[in-house]
């Protein structure tokens, strides 16, 4: 960075006023509250958020709150309707269809890219992502269980050494395990998934790059089929 470069970026941050500093600090804060209560389910997809109600879950003023929500909605975790305010994104078949189309595309460059540029302690670590998803087994699929699933995947993308390929896809995976309700997905698939990851780790220590390739892309796509029939049950409609 040159001088000039250094007085400019020291400029926007040393003298931006503090008024504005705790603006952005609320509102980061509200970003990262409002996303954890859509993770957790305690925001259900299609309930409306009341600015009232989250300005008292989250201790702070309506402002701070609308600009999470304006930010959130730009991510694709809310929509909003001319005078009837926000809401959180319904889950969509066609979404997470798209969603998964999209994974299958970055897993497979970043398959190529990791075979080409991953160190030995890089391999090291995806083993024992492996250990770690491979160990936890609960009775029906959970936040945990995908969170474990993911780590595996993106230490991949780590191990491709692509900063914006590592982001698009930890983004892809919050929309599609952490907003999804995982729990009507059947749980039979959970050991299959450890298998197909011993599989691609096999392929990726051998640097089989078209089997590494075709290995990744089978097993997303079982995995968009094992999530497309839990949301679809879980919107059958009620036998009474």
């Given at each position: 960075?040159?001088?000039?470069?250094?007085?400019?970026?020291?400029?926007?941050?040393?003298?931006?006023?503090?008024?504005?500093?705790?603006?952005?600090?609320?509102?980061?804060?509200?970003?990262?509250?409002?996303?954890?209560?859509?993770?957790?389910?305690?925001?259900?997809?299609?309930?409306?958020?009341?600015?009232?109600?989250?300005?008292?879950?989250?201790?702070?003023?309506?402002?701070?709150?609308?600009?999470?929500?304006?930010?959130?909605?730009?991510?694709?975790?809310?929509?909003?309707?001319?005078?009837?305010?926000?809401?959180?994104?319904?889950?969509?078949?066609?979404?997470?269809?798209?969603?998964?189309?999209?994974?299958?595309?970055?897993?497979?460059?970043?398959?190529?890219?990791?075979?080409?540029?991953?160190?030995?302690?890089?391999?090291?670590?995806?083993?024992?992502?492996?250990?770690?998803?491979?160990?936890?087994?609960?009775?029906?699929?959970?936040?945990?269980?995908?969170?474990?699933?993911?780590?595996?995947?993106?230490?991949?993308?780590?191990?491709?050494?692509?900063?914006?390929?590592?982001?698009?896809?930890?983004?892809?995976?919050?929309?599609?395990?952490?907003?999804?309700?995982?729990?009507?997905?059947?749980?039979?698939?959970?050991?299959?998934?450890?298998?197909?990851?011993?599989?691609?780790?096999?392929?990726?220590?051998?640097?089989?790059?078209?089997?590494?390739?075709?290995?990744?892309?089978?097993?997303?796509?079982?995995?968009?089929?094992?999530?497309?029939?839990?949301?679809?049950?879980e919107k059958e409609p009620v036998q009474i």
């Amino acid at each position: 960075m040159t001088p000039q470069n250094k007085r400019i970026s020291g400029h926007n941050n040393s003298r931006e006023p503090k008024s504005v500093r705790e603006t952005k600090t609320l509102i980061d804060s509200a970003y990262r509250k409002i996303k954890q209560m859509i993770f957790q389910q305690e925001l259900n997809p299609g309930q409306r958020l009341i600015y009232r109600d989250l300005s008292q879950m989250l201790n702070m003023s309506r402002t701070p709150i609308i600009n999470a929500l304006n930010r959130l909605e730009q991510e694709g975790y809310v929509i909003s309707e001319s005078f009837r305010g926000f809401y959180v994104k319904p889950v969509d078949l066609q979404e997470a269809w798209d969603l998964f189309g999209v994974r299958e595309a970055l897993e497979a460059y970043a398959v190529e890219q990791a075979i080409d540029r991953a160190e030995p302690d890089e391999m090291e670590v995806l083993e024992e992502k492996l250990r770690k998803h491979e160990a936890y087994m609960p009775p029906h699929y959970d936040k945990k269980k995908a969170a474990l699933e993911a780590e595996f995947h993106l230490q991949i993308a780590a191990m491709a050494k692509n900063k914006v390929l590592e982001k698009l896809l930890r983004t892809n995976f919050e929309h599609i395990y952490l907003r999804f309700d995982l729990i009507p997905m059947n749980p039979e698939r959970m050991p299959l998934a450890v298998q197909e990851h011993h599989d691609i780790l096999d392929k990726i220590k051998k640097k089989d790059l078209a089997g590494a390739i075709e290995t990744i892309r089978l097993h997303v796509r079982k995995g968009r089929n094992a999530t497309v029939a839990g949301i679809s049950k879980e919107k059958e409609p009620v036998q009474i």
